[in-house]
């Protein structure tokens, strides 16, 4: 399984931006699908998970300002984020996970099986 993150750049503060990461090798239909990010010096970080179709679990941070969808047909997780601000400057990385989890566990990085390479979004102020 190979996943490759895509939609990064440089933005102003406020602006908006499309993660997309498409999945290949592998159909991930009962499994999860979730975004990370990690700060430079800072540990890799929870940003958001998509259970099945519907079910989406957000970290604080990002609440009301991004969106997780998946596209089954497609095999592709996308990440819509907008009023950004300098702190969601980070690399961000798609994982993916065969089965399910339960909620308290969708944060945890070792509970992902396949990682893509992240994608790096950098947010000016």
């Known amino acids: 399984v190979q996943l490759q993150a895509s939609g990064g750049g440089l933005v102003q503060a406020g602006d908006s931006l499309r993660l997309s990461c498409a999945i290949s090798?592998?159909?991930?239909?009962?499994?999860?699908l979730a975004w990370f990010r990690q700060a430079p010096g800072k540990e890799r970080e929870f940003v958001a998970a998509?259970?099945?179709?519907?079910?989406?679990t957000y970290t604080d941070d990002v609440k009301g300002r991004f969106t997780i969808s998946r596209d089954n047909a497609k095999n592709t997780v996308n990440l819509q984020m907008n009023f950004l601000k300098p702190e969601d400057t980070a690399i961000y990385y798609c994982?993916?996970?065969?089965?399910?989890?339960?909620?308290?566990?969708?944060?945890?990085?070792?509970?992902?099986?396949?990682w893509g390479r992240g994608t790096l979004v950098t947010v000016s102020s």
């Open positions: 090798g592998r159909t991930v239909r009962t499994g999860v």
């Open positions: 998509i259970r099945r179709i519907t079910s989406t």
């Open positions: 994982a993916a996970r065969m089965n399910d989890l339960v909620l308290s566990a969708l944060r945890d990085v070792a509970q992902y099986d396949y």
